[in-house]
């Protein structure tokens, strides 16, 4: 049986003051505070990785809370330590049913090397990173704060969550903002899930599918290389290589939701 991942020492009294902080603005309506991405998987990679979280309150808690809740967690009123943090506020009457939405009360990205954002309106960004977000912390979401995980966040139908890993690797596919180890290992990932139904941390699932795929074995390799360094020191990976590689992560994708039956894969 696996060992849940603990945090690494770097981020514990920043997560600790997370939850304090949230408890504090939150009172009697927080439900669960629990880290997800790769501090839940146990890839966290300190000087690159994001610190992501989730918190669920109840449906009752006061919407002057949630500006209040951005201002006491934003960087620099507590600094990061990571290369930013990533969270999101659910109701939990919507957390606790499988969806395709997006579904938050607030999306929060603050810190270092992270573009400032605050949003309350859903509709605001794709849903695709929510719905991926809610299936990993249903499967390996770390609590830092109330109970069981499985009791607070519902596992996405399957179809959603490959319709959101089709629409996750054609932004990757595009670049922008993205660091090209980074779009190679999200791409291994979305294979790894596609096969196997289960979320692997990004380096073991690059590490499947570069002992089944020859072909793409040198660009897998170089793109772990690079993920060992800071973000701001990634190493160029070849464009060509890399868009070859997300468009046979794509067609993955599509034989997977074509297997589940009725979907088709898009043109």
């Known amino acids: 049986m696996s060992r849940t991942p603990v945090p690494p020492r770097e981020v514990r009294p920043y997560l600790d003051e997370l939850v304090h902080r949230?408890?504090?603005?939150?009172?009697?309506h927080l439900?669960?505070?629990?880290?997800?991405?790769?501090?839940?998987?146990?890839?966290?990679?300190?000087?690159?990785?994001?610190?992501?979280?989730?918190?669920?309150?109840?449906r009752s808690l006061p919407r002057r809370a949630l500006p209040e809740l951005a201002g006491a967690l934003a960087h620099p009123a507590l600094a990061c330590p990571a290369?930013?943090?990533?969270?999101?506020?659910?109701?939990?009457?919507?957390?606790?049913?499988?969806?395709?939405?997006?579904?938050?009360?607030?999306?929060?990205?603050?810190?270092?090397?992270?573009?400032?954002r605050v949003s309350h309106d859903p509709g605001e960004a794709p849903a695709f990173w929510y719905v991926l977000d809610r299936s990993v912390a249903h499967q390996a979401g770390l609590p830092l704060f109330g109970g069981p995980?499985?009791?607070?966040?519902?596992?996405?139908e399957r179809a959603d969550v490959l319709a959101a890993l089709r629409a996750s690797v054609r932004e990757h596919?595009?670049?922008?903002?993205?660091?090209?180890?980074?779009?190679?290992?999200?791409?291994?990932?979305?294979?790894?899930?596609?096969?196997?139904?289960?979320w692997f941390a990004k380096r073991g699932a690059a590490g499947i599918v570069a002992a089944a795929e020859a072909e793409f074995r040198p660009l897998i390799t170089d793109a772990l290389r690079s993920f060992e360094r800071?973000?701001?020191?990634?190493?160029?990976?070849?464009?060509?290589?890399?868009?070859?590689f997300l468009a046979w992560v794509a067609d993955?994708?599509?034989?997977?939701?074509?297997?589940?039956?009725?979907?088709?894969a898009p043109a």
Do not use: Q
């Open 83 to 116: 290369a930013g943090l990533e969270l999101v506020v659910y109701p939990a009457d919507f957390a606790g049913r499988p969806s395709g939405g997006a579904g938050y009360l607030m999306d929060l990205n603050t810190g270092p090397s992270l573009p400032e």
């Open 149 to 156: 995980v499985r009791d607070v966040i519902a596992a996405p």
């Open 252 to 264: 993955r994708v599509d034989e997977a939701a074509a297997a589940e039956g009725g979907h088709d």
């Open 173 to 198: 596919a595009g670049g922008e903002g993205h660091t090209a180890d980074n779009r190679v290992l999200n791409g291994c990932r979305s294979v790894v899930y596609c096969r196997t139904g289960h």
């Open 230 to 244: 800071p973000r701001e020191s990634a190493l160029a990976l070849p464009g060509a290589a890399v868009g070859d």
């Open 22 to 28: 949230t408890r504090a603005v939150c009172g009697p």
């Open 31 to 58: 439900v669960s505070v629990l880290a997800v991405g790769s501090l839940a998987l146990g890839d966290y990679r300190h000087g690159r990785s994001d610190i992501d979280v989730t918190v669920v309150v109840d």
